[in-house]
């Protein structure tokens, strides 16, 4: 099927030349991190982690948001989302497959990684985050693949393909349990010792995946005759509102506990997100905008005439989506790391060619996501008569 | 399909040929270039003056301590023997033992009317070798792990820079290689090995000294304001310093059961 991605209008071929001179830049900022040493990035020996972590962080949660279409759809059969699971699982394809760029990326000594196979040390989170994350891309290409070329033969998907849907739901929980994991099982990180951390990381997975998925249906809409649906994108939509207040209201669990205990250990990391702690506050502002975003998409998304005007919509989805970007891919790692265990402050911002390997990976997600989707968006208008 | 099989092949070698080639590429970028020398200190495990000890434990004694010639003398001994580098970047700084005031030592333990002496005190920091490491629980490839004695080390050939480790430890005793380490070592010591880029190291108590009979470089230039033993030894100078003395340890509520214990 590989071969429909071949054939594409000029605007097609012009978005892949795009994304991969993006990706050219970025590969050679890599090799130039790879000869120089991290020290390229922003990081230092306070704040060891950064962006990289932190967009895998976000993307475990994109990623783990197509079970919210397999679940409805195979466990209870709401036909609805029929049409577009296999763009939710495409979503999840394009999305770990990130997540493994950004991983390696990351590395100090990146040829060194299959050791966490030959040393396996399955007392260590990070070695399951590799088991769960390569497996749930395993699940994601063998279902999405089969049931996509099932229906491009105009038959039902094969009967074996059903104990991977099934098990590929618990999956789907389990890669952003154990991210969590790997933070909230840290005894000298007050701000990520709660126990909220795992539920959390799934809500705003919930709002931040079908947001990102409905983002796409409606871009489908205007570029192709691929439709998915008014039934679908409002049931998606209603998901991504139970889903944003649900991060809100856990995210106010945790600044109540903090706040109305004030133990500074818990304390301290609050404050320097949203208030700054001894002069230094870059991330304030982008907390803030963040909680903006959110409740703004929770009041948007609340209100019905909003939520199914589609443009409207639209913008709530956006307003979520970035909202509980900042709040993953910027506050989480940095509030986490200050100030440091021994009370110092040292700030962390990203450094240029940090972010142009970063804006590299996100180009490869969008070009495997647009190879994808270019294959079944051609399969389904096929399917439906239509091409 | 068999159609312009010859044409399919040649793509498929060149894209294998340029797919292979890629490696050797990626590894010498990525190794910044590996020093092969044999052990400059011989087989270590059959040497005859090794110390040994059921469980490895310091005491810094704070007022002893309290000279800014012996801190120094410490902390230059430990960086001279082990190659530590002196980074220009202090984002990159790497240090496995250094200064500290009482507030950043033991955060949370710190008050408004707290003794001058105290408040102006300089402690000594590096890792604490914890009985109970939580580094050790987080690496993913056992590079970091912890000996029969107690002392955590690290295998820096096997270590993946992932840097787990780094956000595990609640003391921040752990430092990164962010760039190749070697130009900012004013004088190689010979008898230890530097480290490549892209690695964690830490204070490691000394362990190639210890398999040689030796004290820890720091204890050795302490004047006595460092004192090293085995706590399972009740002969020992540690046993009977904590027998007769109250001692804290930093951030004792997380059960990481340090082991470096300050004699305040």
């Known amino acids: ?387 | 399909m068999m159609e312009n099989s010859r044409r399919s092949f040649i793509k498929i070698a060149g894209i294998t040929a340029a797919g292979i080639g890629l490696k050797p590429v990626t590894d010498v970028l990525a190794s910044g270039g590996v020093q092969k020398k044999t052990s400059p200190i011989g087989d270590v495990s059959s040497g005859n003056n090794v110390l040994k000890a059921k469980r490895w434990a310091m005491v810094v004694d704070v007022k002893k301590m309290a000279h800014e010639d012996t801190v120094h003398a410490c902390i230059e001994a430990c960086h001279k023997l082990h190659n530590v580098p002196k980074m220009t970047n202090k984002s990159h700084e790497i240090k496995w033992i250094w200064e500290e005031e009482f507030k950043h030592a033991f955060p949370g333990q710190h008050h408004e009317h707290i003794s001058k002496e105290i408040e102006h005190a300089p402690f000594l920091v590096l890792c604490n070798h914890c009985e109970n490491p939580p580094c050790v629980r987080a690496c993913p490839t056992k590079a970091t792990f912890q000996r029969e004695d107690g002392i955590v080390l690290m295998d820096f050939h096997r270590c993946i820079g992932c840097r787990f480790c780094m956000a595990a430890c609640p003391y921040g005793s752990r430092s990164f290689n962010f760039r190749d380490p070697r130009p900012f070592i004013e004088e190689v010591e010979e008898k230890f090995p530097t480290r490549m880029k892209g690695v964690v190291e830490k204070c490691n108590f000394c362990a190639e000294r210890l398999a040689v009979g030796k004290q820890p470089a720091c204890v050795e230039v302490s004047n006595g304001a460092l004192i090293f033993g085995d706590l399972d030894d009740e002969n020992s100078e540690v046993r009977k310093v904590l027998d007769s003395n109250y001692v804290i340890r930093r951030k004792p509520g997380l059960g990481t059961g340090p082991q470096v214990y300050y004699k305040v």
């Open chain 1, 1 to 387: 099927m590989l071969e429909r991605a071949l054939n594409g209008s000029k605007n097609y071929w012009i978005w892949m030349a795009a994304l991969m001179s993006v990706i050219g830049v970025a590969v050679i900022c890599y090799l130039y991190q790879l000869w120089f040493g991290l020290g390229v990035t922003g990081m230092s020996r306070d704040v060891s982690w950064g962006f990289y972590i932190a967009q895998f962080t976000f993307l475990v949660g994109v990623a783990a948001s197509a079970v919210m279409l397999v679940l409805p759809y195979y466990l209870h059969h709401y036909k609805a989302f029929g049409k577009i699971t296999v763009l939710g699982e495409f979503v999840a394809i394009a999305a770990v497959t990130m997540c493994l760029l950004f991983i390696v990326v990351d590395l100090g000594q990146p040829q060194r990684l299959l050791n966490v196979i030959f040393y396996a040390t399955p007392h260590s989170m990070l070695f399951w985050d590799m088991i769960v994350l390569n497996g749930y891309l395993f699940l994601n290409v063998v279902v999405g693949w089969n049931a996509l070329s099932a229906e491009s033969k105009g038959v039902p998907p094969p009967k074996w393909i059903k104990p991977f849907i099934y098990i590929s739901v618990p999956w789907a929980v389990s890669i952003h349990t154990v991210t969590a994991f790997l933070y909230c099982g840290l005894p000298g990180r007050g701000f990520w010792l709660t126990a909220v951390l795992a539920p959390r990381f799934l809500a705003s997975a919930f709002a931040a995946g079908p947001a990102l998925l409905i983002l796409l249906c409606l871009i489908l809409r205007k570029l192709t005759k691929f439709d998915a649906g008014q039934e679908a994108i409002q049931m998606l939509s209603k998901i991504v509102t139970y889903g944003i207040i649900i991060n809100v209201f856990f995210f106010f669990c945790e600044v109540f506990v903090a706040c109305y205990s004030q133990i500074p250990e818990h304390l301290d990391h609050l404050q320097y997100l949203f208030f700054g702690l001894h002069g230094k506050g870059a991330l304030v502002p982008f907390m803030w905008l963040s909680m903006i975003l959110m409740f703004t998409g929770i009041f948007m998304m609340l209100v019905p005439k909003i939520r199914t005007n589609e443009t409207t919509l639209a913008v709530a989805c956006v307003a979520i989506f970035i909202g509980t970007w900042i709040d993953k891919g910027l506050g989480m790692i940095s509030g986490g790391f200050v100030p440091s265990p021994l009370h110092h402050v040292n700030e962390y911002i990203p450094s240029i060619l940090e972010i142009v390997i970063t804006l590299g990976i996100y180009a490869i997600g969008m070009l495997v996501l647009t190879v994808l989707y270019k294959i079944a968006i051609s399969v389904k208008e096929e399917a439906a008569g239509l091409s």
